[in-house]
């Protein structure tokens, strides 16, 4: 048996010339090899229930996108700052129906919602013709034998089309969020705030079924026949829910008298502690969405909050700790691929002197280095993230 392996090996050729992989990729190959990687969590409901039909995640997710799309950005590399450049005209009118914010919205907002980004690359010149933003439920990650994507395939209405990744640069720019547990796929906030959507949610529901009860808590009627001990017929136990359903239910049947026979007696039942703490709990579920989002709760107008001194300092918190990291991490990303199209190194990053929320904080920072007299013009070029200068660099 052994001889035969042997002559089989012989007979397949000499081994291939090994190349440089991860170490770890074939374990990770293993674990998905042949099959498509999904996502552990069906981002379709949950975009259902906490963006669609909740308001602090919908604002939560159109807050973040708006903002991280409006933040101006600039084109560089090592030695200069360039006004205008073909990626810079890319970005700005990436397609027919769409211009730079409204690309980098639909973006921003598939990361926030799902944990992933992808965009489509359109030509076949150096540097794509178009950019499409692809919906991330749609799409599936193929992996190859060494654990890294061979394909992509995007699925509509039961049709696909794969997109090859190999030699070249990828047609697909894939962002994802850091996931602890998945190795294809990114985690979103909205997945973290599931819990407190679904707490959010319910509260909401039954807030909305207390006013179609006129906005009171419920009682009970008690009927007592002439010896104490009767009970309702079928027809009168009938015709007493038809009434109640018809005259005194919904906000239009509000603080209407009601008119009670002979033998049956209202009792009413006041809230129960559980029941006033309804609200406290609405609020405190809203908040824990918008510490998911990295949103101060007071920019959402939740009550109860007083982290923040005052609205400017939550909104600089707000751009400093969510949207500049998503923005640089999606530009950076953006630049690293389109790069590989042009064969130059072409960094696209936020324009941190053009935010209006930071510009006290910048102002102080170019007092501060230019008042450096230890530091060279090219040191405190670097420190402002301004590339070098051609001349003079050291003066």
Same mark, same amino acid.
């Given at each position: 048996m052994f001889d035969f392996l042997k002559r089989t090996a012989e007979a397949q050729g000499p081994a291939p010339a090994e190349t440089k992989a991860s170490a770890t990729g074939p374990v990770i190959a293993m674990h998905t090899s042949g099959r498509v990687a999904w996502s552990p969590r069906d981002v379709v409901s949950l975009t259902k229930t906490g963006f669609s039909g909740n308001p602090v995640g919908f604002r939560a997710v159109k807050m973040i996108a708006e903002a991280a799309a409006a933040v101006p950005v600039v084109c560089q590399d090592r030695t200069a700052r360039y006004d205008s450049h073909p990626i810079l005209s890319l970005i700005q009118r990436p397609n027919g129906a769409q211009g730079r914010a409204e690309l980098f919205e639909a973006l921003f907002g598939q990361i926030l919602l799902t944990g992933n980004g992808y965009l489509e690359a359109v030509g076949d010149g150096e540097l794509p013709v178009e950019l499409h933003v692809l919906r991330s439920d749609r799409m599936s990650l193929i992996p190859g034998a060494d654990g890294w994507p061979v394909g992509y395939e995007y699925n509509v209405s039961g049709r696909k089309h794969r997109f090859h990744v190999g030699e070249g640069p990828s047609p697909v720019c894939h962002i994802k969020s850091f996931h602890p547990q998945d190795d294809h796929y990114g985690f979103s906030p909205m997945q973290a705030a599931a819990t407190a959507i679904d707490v959010h949610n319910s509260a909401s529901s039954w807030s909305k079924a207390l006013l179609d009860n006129a906005a009171r808590p419920s009682g009970a009627i008690v009927y007592r026949g002439v010896d104490g001990q009767s009970q309702l017929s079928a027809d009168q136990y009938d015709r007493l829910l038809t009434e109640m359903e018809t005259q005194h239910q919904g906000a239009r049947n509000a603080g209407r +008298?009601? $008119?009670?026979? =002979? =033998?049956?007696? #209202?009792?009413?039942? =006041? @809230?129960?502690?559980?029941?006033?703490? @309804?609200?406290?709990?609405?609020? *405190?579920?809203?908040?824990? %969405? *918008?510490? *998911? @989002?990295? %949103? +101060? +709760?007071?920019?959402?107008?939740? +009550?109860?909050?007083? /982290? !923040?001194?005052? !609205?400017?300092?939550?909104?600089?918190? @707000? !751009?400093?700790?969510?949207?500049?990291? $998503? /923005? /640089?991490?999606? /530009? =950076? *990303? %953006?630049?690293? #691929?389109?790069?590989?199209f042009t064969n130059d190194a072409i960094t696209l990053s936020p324009d941190l002197d053009q935010i209006a929320a930071l510009s006290a904080e910048r102002d102080a920072q170019w007092r501060r280095v230019g008042e450096a007299t230890f530091l060279t013009a090219g040191e405190k070029r670097r420190l402002l993230g301004l590339p070098a200068m051609e001349t003079g660099d050291e003066t």
């Amino acid at each position: 048996m052994f001889d035969f392996l042997k002559r089989t090996a012989e007979a397949q050729g000499p081994a291939p010339a090994e190349t440089k992989a991860s170490a770890t990729g074939p374990v990770i190959a293993m674990h998905t090899s042949g099959r498509v990687a999904w996502s552990p969590r069906d981002v379709v409901s949950l975009t259902k229930t906490g963006f669609s039909g909740n308001p602090v995640g919908f604002r939560a997710v159109k807050m973040i996108a708006e903002a991280a799309a409006a933040v101006p950005v600039v084109c560089q590399d090592r030695t200069a700052r360039y006004d205008s450049h073909p990626i810079l005209s890319l970005i700005q009118r990436p397609n027919g129906a769409q211009g730079r914010a409204e690309l980098f919205e639909a973006l921003f907002g598939q990361i926030l919602l799902t944990g992933n980004g992808y965009l489509e690359a359109v030509g076949d010149g150096e540097l794509p013709v178009e950019l499409h933003v692809l919906r991330s439920d749609r799409m599936s990650l193929i992996p190859g034998a060494d654990g890294w994507p061979v394909g992509y395939e995007y699925n509509v209405s039961g049709r696909k089309h794969r997109f090859h990744v190999g030699e070249g640069p990828s047609p697909v720019c894939h962002i994802k969020s850091f996931h602890p547990q998945d190795d294809h796929y990114g985690f979103s906030p909205m997945q973290a705030a599931a819990t407190a959507i679904d707490v959010h949610n319910s509260a909401s529901s039954w807030s909305k079924a207390l006013l179609d009860n006129a906005a009171r808590p419920s009682g009970a009627i008690v009927y007592r026949g002439v010896d104490g001990q009767s009970q309702l017929s079928a027809d009168q136990y009938d015709r007493l829910l038809t009434e109640m359903e018809t005259q005194h239910q919904g906000a239009r049947n509000a603080g209407r +008298p009601m $008119l009670l026979e =002979g =033998g049956l007696d #209202w009792k009413p039942m =006041g @809230f129960s502690p559980s029941d006033m703490e @309804f609200q406290k709990t609405k609020e *405190a579920a809203a908040r824990e %969405i *918008a510490t *998911a @989002f990295g %949103i +101060p +709760p007071m920019m959402l107008g939740i +009550p109860g909050d007083a /982290t !923040y001194a005052n !609205y400017q300092e939550a909104n600089r918190a @707000f !751009y400093r700790l969510t949207v500049l990291p $998503l /923005t /640089t991490r999606v /530009t =950076g *990303a %953006i630049s690293d #691929w389109l790069s590989d199209f042009t064969n130059d190194a072409i960094t696209l990053s936020p324009d941190l002197d053009q935010i209006a929320a930071l510009s006290a904080e910048r102002d102080a920072q170019w007092r501060r280095v230019g008042e450096a007299t230890f530091l060279t013009a090219g040191e405190k070029r670097r420190l402002l993230g301004l590339p070098a200068m051609e001349t003079g660099d050291e003066t």
